[in-house]
Structures are given as structure tokens and as C-alpha cells.
């Protein structure tokens, strides 16, 4: 809705019951507001901890996979 529809709709109430629908109306979409910017961000911070864990995750296998040379070639080792 643009500033000048939301201007010509605010001019043509003409009641109090009116004007107070509207403003709750309005109190309800800042309220939905919030809680969507709210969900946003927790939904990047749970988006940054998922990369960060298989990055973590990543390196662990890594790790793994050169322990398990290791073991390889000590096991293979001649005596």
C-alpha cells in the first residue's frame, strides 16, 4: 500500500470507531512486523551456526581420514 493510498483511506474515515479500527490495524501489522524481524534473525543466527558446524564437521573428517593413513601405513610397516 503506498503513502498516498494510506493517506486517502485515513482521510475518508470519518468515525471514531473507524479510527480506532484502523489503528489497530495498524498496531497489528507493527506487532507482525517485529515478530517477523524477530524470526528473521533467528533464522540467520541458526543458518551461521549450521555453516559453522559443517565447517567443523568437515574438518573432523579430515582429521579422520589422515589418522586412518596413519594407521595404514604403521600397520603396514615392515618390521
Known sequence: MSKET?????DQIKTTDSMKAVKVAFD???SNQDS???????VS????????L???VLKLEKKIEELEAHVEAYA???I
Open 6 to 10: 494510506i493517506r486517502q483511506t485515513i
Open 28 to 30: 497489528l501489522s507493527e
Open 36 to 42: 517477523i524481524t524477530k524470526i528473521t534473525e533467528v
Open 45 to 52: 543466527t541458526m543458518d551461521n551456526n549450521m555453516k559453522l
Open 54 to 56: 559443517a565447517t567443523k
Open 76 to 78: 603396514n610397516r615392515e
